[in-house]
């Protein structure tokens, strides 16, 4: 009741009336005119008379009014798409974001689950940009998150169309690779590590080496990804510290986890 009454004190009831009422004036001198008009037609019977004014006055109204709710509609549907990006997509990397990537890859996984048992498997990365920090203090934000900007594109450009990439913290990624094996994920992980490396990095024209550190999981049967990212991003913390520079995996099913190196 309170959501009720708040929603009609929130409504500006001024600027219904001044549309409603004007509009509702017009149509009603449209209407009497019309009227008033016909009656000096000598040769029009009372029928006719009333059916050319049961005919214009509605198209009169109908066409304008129409056209105004369908474009009113195209401008709604358009808003409710950018939100739905905006909720949907992160602002700085325009990768999905953490809370739509778990949903895209539970979904992924429960769909796969449905399939024939040897393609119910995957891989997660957690790819963390080392030194993201270093370079918000040196440079400033606006270049920490060109940094950002630059390793989703690598990210990006080096795995398939049906793959899931996800900004999932501060200097985090998350890439979700369905029905890879662990050769695949090694090769893309590698892959992604070497490009980046290679990038071109240049804040205020000092060139800088981007790196990352990146764990993995191999998963099997259905999980979910907070199972999965839990174990991928254990093994990316092991890569920061146990053996910089080497693509850490772990296999995951719903039996266990368990080292892959």
């Not at 989703?152 to 999932?168: E, K, N, P, T």
Request: glycine share 8%; charged share 20%.
């Amino acid at each position: 009741m309170a959501k009720r009454e708040s929603a009609f004190l929130g409504v500006d009831w001024w600027g219904v009336a001044r549309l409603v009422v004007p509009g509702t004036l017009g149509c009603l001198a449209l209407s009497l005119l019309l009227n008033y008009a016909l009656l000096f037609g000598d040769d029009i019977d009372p029928f006719n008379r009333s059916l050319i004014t049961a005919v214009v006055i509605p198209l009169v109204v109908a066409v304008p009014l129409f056209s105004l709710l369908a474009l009113m509609q195209g401008k709604i549907r358009r808003l409710v798409h950018e939100v739905n990006h905006l909720s949907a997509f992160d602002r700085v990397t325009q990768c999905v974001t953490g809370s739509a990537f778990s949903s895209l890859v539970d979904s992924s996984v429960a769909v796969e689950r449905r399939r024939p048992a040897q393609h119910n498997q995957g891989a997660l990365l957690v790819i963390d940009v080392e030194h993201l920090t270093s370079l918000n203090v040196r440079f400033g934000h606006n270049w920490g998150d060109e940094a950002l900007r630059c390793v989703a594109s690598v990210i990006r450009s080096s795995v398939r169309s049906s793959d899931v990439v996800g900004r999932v913290g501060v200097s985090e990624f998350g890439v979700f690779l369905p029905g890879a094996s662990e050769e695949n994920a090694v090769e893309v992980g590698e892959r992604i590590r070497a490009a980046v490396a290679n990038a071109y990095f240049a804040p205020q024209g000092v060139e800088q080496v981007l790196s990352v550190s990146i764990g993995g999981v191999i998963y099997r049967d259905e999980v979910y990804f907070a199972e999965m990212f839990r174990a991928a991003e254990q093994q990316m913390f092991q890569s920061k510290t146990i053996a910089p520079g080497r693509l850490e995996l772990s296999h995951l099913s719903s039996k266990g986890t368990g080292n892959l190196n």
